[in-house]
């Protein structure tokens, strides 16, 4: 384990002095000591991830670019020029991203090497199963593929082309005709950015594009409102006023002080004995299959505010809210998507004229006209939609680092935020390990004479960052913690699906959803090294199987790069993390759709 740290430590000041060289940082700072030349300058890589040759050889890739933006890419001019709408943002990011990372394949051909294999592999990997209209698609990712095309020349495959096809001819119009004076003005970063933000300020077809989606919207909600009939005005104000505060995304929205923090009552010890409870179930079976823990002593349900200082989880909630802007737009459209599917199912409706009930006063002016008139009752249909609860359970395994986990953090935002608008409660766990390489467990393993098989062989970590009775303004502070790397180390799938389920069954909600959302295999390499190799897969396959036999609770899995069907029968795979938000919510939007369920 020593080597391969000294390996780490040796890579890591390799791509250092790299960066140096290819931006010229060293003739600023040649002593690697010197505080502004110190690591934390350079920390846009992570090492603890590397897996198979195309991690590195995107590792290689993501320190070139960043080398290639110190050097050509000033950061006043890019700030004077830069965009405020989100969307427009994104694609001079886009721009200025393929600018200078074009200069320096100009300069060295190894560089160009290692973008172009990175590119070519991240655009063989990118899938979608629907890609039927524009709506499929975003802007940000086809203009990317649109300027790979025309900068670097890369072949595009049939799905990619797929992808821009929906956006080509606009592309071709608004850019075509300017392509040749952006090549020419590579090297002159005022000109290029002076003359792309020109062009954006020209674009009409965003415009034309989200005006459609507003009268589509507004179709929509007029068709419910006749449908609906009175007591629907009431809602869609509400409504309205819902989606106003969304898209404002507001200095007030992010005030984290605003409300006190409550405390969340929650039963370690309880949750502890039902999920041993259900292991007790699951080793029925077969004695010499048994899965064993070899104590439970270090383990920990810990509330995530309690796992750092105040001050570093709002550090870490202002850095989310940074993010988050980024993704406005797509968040915006997913929001208002599930919102106005689950509004719809619970829009109050009543039955009229009846001989009692409550008095319809709308009725009462014709018994002031016409005093014969008997008066006239209504009552509230029975509503279809059932109480509700989501818990969105999170890999925090150190393999979800990054863009990933980021991802993530941003839909469980969004998803509390909208599921508590429209009376659905949701809770937001995660699961980790307190320690790499066994923590204390393996160390009271050591002492105790090294039993043979000895079974999980790590100290666990569930943390709860949001609990189902907390509001979303108590609780999204915490959020934040996610992005912490220190918190990210491995991950123990199935009991971590077990405290989560022994949670929910506790729950009184007539409908129970539980989502995962994980990269991959369980993996632990303290407990692989002394048990089998799939020791914590079968595991797994157990747990899944046994809840998934229970009625009271619908379980699905999202994999982030990686196929989970053969642990989940519900189960989606994405490639590319920024499928994530439209993937949680079209799956929620699916199911809470889903008659049989509603019923």
């Given at each position: ?5 000294n ?35 350079y ?9 198979n ?13 960043e080398?290639l ?17 989100p969307?427009l ?55 990317e ?9 890369i ?9 821009l096809?929906?956006?080509?001819d ?6 075509g ?12 970063q005022e000109l ?10 020209d ?7 989200e ?17 609906n ?25 992010l ?24 292991i ?24 995530a ?41 619970q ?24 005093p ?19 818990s ?46 066994g ?68 729950r009184?909600?007539?409908r ?6 994980s ?17 914590l ?29 053969r ?27 889903n ?5």
């Open positions: 384990m020593k080597k391969d740290e390996l780490k430590e040796k890579f890591k000041q390799a791509l250092i002095s790299t960066v140096k060289a290819i931006s010229d940082d060293y003739k600023l700072k040649s002593n690697l000591k010197e505080k502004n030349s110190s690591s934390k300058n920390n846009f890589f992570e090492l603890d991830n590397l897996n040759k195309y991690d590195f050889l995107r590792l290689r890739a993501e320190t070139d670019s080398a933006k110190r050097k050509f890419s000033n950061k006043e001019i890019y700030l004077k020029n830069a965009p405020t709408k969307t943002k994104s694609l001079y990011n886009v721009s200025e991203k393929i600018r200078f990372e074009i200069l320096g394949s100009k300069m060295l051909q190894g560089i160009s090497k290692n973008l172009i294999d990175n590119y070519n592999y991240k655009l063989n990997l990118k899938r979608k199963d629907q890609l039927k209209s524009k709506d499929d698609t975003s802007v940000s990712e086809a203009f593929i649109y300027m790979l095309k025309n900068f670097f020349n072949k595009i495959n049939d799905l990619n082309q797929k992808i096809s929906f956006w080509d606009d592309f071709r119009n608004s850019f005709k300017h392509i040749n004076y952006l090549k020419k003005n590579l090297e002159n290029y950015s002076s003359k792309f933000v020109e062009i954006l300020n674009l009409d077809f965003l415009e034309k594009d005006e459609d989606k507003n009268e589509n919207n507004e179709k929509e909600n007029d068709q419910n409102n006749q449908q009939g009175e007591a629907n005005n009431e809602t869609d104000e509400k409504q309205s006023q819902n989606e106003t505060e969304n898209q404002s995304l507001s200095d007030a929205d005030d984290v002080n605003e409300f006190r923090m409550e405390e969340q009552l929650f039963d370690t010890e309880s949750d502890q004995q039902s999920s041993e409870n259900i007790q179930k699951l080793n029925n079976t077969r004695s010499e299959t048994d899965y064993k823990i070899f104590t439970r002593e270090f383990d920990e349900i810990e509330k505010e309690n796992l750092e200082t105040i001050e570093e989880i709002l550090k870490l909630r202002k850095n989310l809210d940074q993010q988050l802007i980024h993704f406005k737009d797509l968040i915006i459209k997913l929001a208002n998507k599930l919102q106005r599917q689950l509004m719809a199912k829009n109050r409706s009543w039955d009229f004229d009846l001989e009692e009930g409550l008095l319809d006063s709308a009725k009462l002016p014709r018994i002031i006209i016409d014969y008139n008997s008066l006239s009752f209504k009552k509230e249909k029975d509503q279809e939609f059932k109480d509700t609860i989501v969105l359970l999170i890999d925090n395994s150190g393999s979800m680092r990054g863009r990933p986990i980021t991802i993530a953090a941003l839909c469980a935002d969004i998803l509390s935020r909208t599921l508590e608008r429209c009376s659905v409660k949701v809770e937001i766990l995660g699961f980790t390990t307190k320690n790499w390489k923590g204390k467990s393996r160390e009271s393993w050591n002492k105790n004479g090294k039993l043979k098989n000895p079974g999980r062989l790590n100290d666990l970590r569930h943390i709860i960052y949001k609990s189902a009775d907390s509001q979303w303004r108590q609780s999204k502070k915490n959020l934040g913690l996610m992005l912490k790397e220190g918190i990210l180390k491995e991950n123990i799938d199935g009991e971590a699906i077990m405290w989560a389920y022994s949670r929910l069954k506790k009184k909600e007539e129970k959803i539980l989502m995962i959302i990269d991959g295999a369980p993996v632990d390499d303290s407990t692989l090294s002394v048990n089998s190799g799939d020791y897969e079968k595991h797994l396959k157990k747990v899944v199987k046994f809840v998934e036999s229970k009625d009271d609770i619908e379980i699905l899995a999202i994999g982030i790069g990686h196929d989970v069907s642990y989940y029968k519900r189960a989606i795979k994405i490639t590319d993390v920024q499928e994530l938000g439209d993937v949680m919510i079209g799956e929620l939007s699916n199911l809470f759709k008659n049989k369920h509603l019923n």
